[in-house]
């Protein structure tokens, strides 16, 4: 069974830095992408960063140069190094796997990991 996990998430002052993990485990052939989204309370889901399997990536206006997502190929995991960071950038963050898995291309999303920035 596949399974997206993230991890790193946790309460931060504004200005600082966390690190987020997401893994990806089970029988995966390849990965196509692997993406970052943010959920704020009342607001849409909405991306923050993405990376493909080449290395391009793409990030939010909101979010460049604070924020570098990079990935670990052989450890099917992706993290979001996330710097100077705002009260607004609270929000659960969720990882997003564009998968080539034994039934085919499938898309995956983790159970999401709370970023609180405040003082």
């Known amino acids: 069974q596949v399974q997206v996990v993230e991890s790193g998430g946790g309460l931060v002052q504004p200005g600082g830095s966390l690190r987020l993990s997401c893994a990806a485990s089970?029988?995966?052939?390849?990965?196509?992408?692997m993406d970052w989204y943010r959920q704020a309370p009342g607001k849409q889901r909405e991306l923050v960063a993405a990376?493909?399997?080449?290395?391009?990536?793409n990030y939010a206006d909101s979010v460049k140069g604070r924020f570098t997502i990079s990935r670990d190929n052989a450890k099917n995991t992706v993290y979001l190094q996330m710097n100077s960071l705002k009260p607004e950038d609270t929000a659960v963050y969720f990882c997003n796997a564009d998968l080539s898995v034994v039934a085919g291309r499938r898309n995956y999303w983790g159970q999401g990991t709370q970023v609180t920035v405040s003082s």
């Open positions: 089970g029988v995966i052939f390849s990965i196509y992408a």
């Open positions: 990376i493909t399997r080449g290395g391009t990536t």
